[in-house]
């Protein structure tokens, strides 16, 4: 299982390293693309594959919810959410998220509009309708955020670490959390959410959240941007320590939605770590409160 789950991981970094490469040289003042084409357009593919898994855990926890409707609503709100990528002069009049407030809006309508019209012959519609709009707004938190770190401060270089960074952070918490967990964790964190994880690991999270947040800032951003110190100690601890919490509380948002559902994983075809919202489970949470320590802080 950890074997299979070390490989799995292996090859998602290597595809994502590659993907964030092609980002930053796309971006470059020749090509007359902005930054983030590559990584809206990868991003929308997960959110959609991780929003048909979530459609397939709620109808076998007897949720009759529409396939159709998802994809489409999904679509609507991702293709908002790029707006400020693919056309930067919309941040001028709606600011960094008015695309995904657009793409959210219509999205909702979309769902609303096919329960109007159609009114499937089975009950309870509106419970159907609430859980299309739950869908929309829980990727929206995700999806909005892609542009607004890959613009950041509207240098390519700044721009690509603020990206990295939110992801090392959160996964580098997550590698900490499961591997101290297994070593030393005694006292079940959230037992009637979910089994494995354990106070121990979420203590060890902490360490490993500042230390991926420490590895972007003071060693990978003088690299790639070549900005020396561009954040003090307190700010990345701030910074670990906030996107940690947020990304276990992402991770127990879908684990209860799988214990509602009965299942382990959200799906079964990356071997050792389930489906695409196993993936990004926490960065749903995580990359909106990246935003926020951005904005205040």
């Known amino acids: 299982m950890l074997r299979r789950r070390l490989i799995s991981a292996a090859v998602i970094i290597g595809l994502l390293l590659a993907v964030l490469w092609g980002d930053f040289y796309a971006a470059r003042e020749w090509t007359h693309l902005g930054p983030g084409v ?3 357009l990868i991003a929308t593919l997960g959110v959609m594959l ?3 898994e979530l459609v397939y855990m ?3 926890a007897g949720r009759a919810v529409s396939m159709r409707v998802t994809m489409f609503g999904t679509g609507l709100l991702a293709v908002g959410a790029a707006m400020p990528v693919w056309y930067p002069a919309i941040m001028d009049s709606a600011g960094w998220f008015g695309g995904t407030f657009v793409g959210l809006f219509l999205a909702i309508c979309a769902a609303a509009l096919y329960e109007v019209l159609y009114m499937p012959a089975t009950e309870r519609l509106a419970d159907r309708l609430i859980h299309h709009i739950f869908t929309f707004g829980y990727f ?3 999806l909005g955020s892609v542009s607004f770190h890959r613009q950041l401060f509207n240098d390519n270089g700044f721009g690509l670490c603020a ?3 939110v992801i090392a952070t959160v996964k580098c918490s997550d590698a900490a ?3 101290l967990g297994r070593l030393f964790g005694k006292h079940k964190l959230a037992p009637r959410v979910s089994a494995g994880k354990t106070i121990e690991g979420a203590l060890g999270a902490f360490v490993g959240g500042i230390l991926g947040a420490a590895i972007i800032f003071r060693g990978i951003v003088p690299l790639v941007a070549g900005i020396e110190q561009v954040q003090s100690w307190w700010w990345i601890v701030c910074y ?3 996107l940690t919490v947020a990304g276990m509380l992402g991770d127990l948002m879908e684990s209860i939605i799988k214990r509602d559902a009965a299942c382990k994983d959200s799906s079964s075809w990356l071997p050792g770590l389930g489906g695409m919202l196993d993936v990004v489970d926490s960065l749903i949470f995580a990359a909106p409160a990246s935003c926020l320590v951005w904005i205040l802080l």
Request: charged share 5%; net charge positive.
């Open 58 to 60: 709620w109808r076998a």
């Open 140 to 142: 929206s938190l995700l």
């Open 50 to 52: 991780s929003a048909s």
């Open 240 to 242: 670990g320590m906030i």
């Open 177 to 179: 959390a499961f591997f």
């Open 163 to 165: 990206v990295l960074a």
């Open 38 to 40: 590559l990584i809206t």
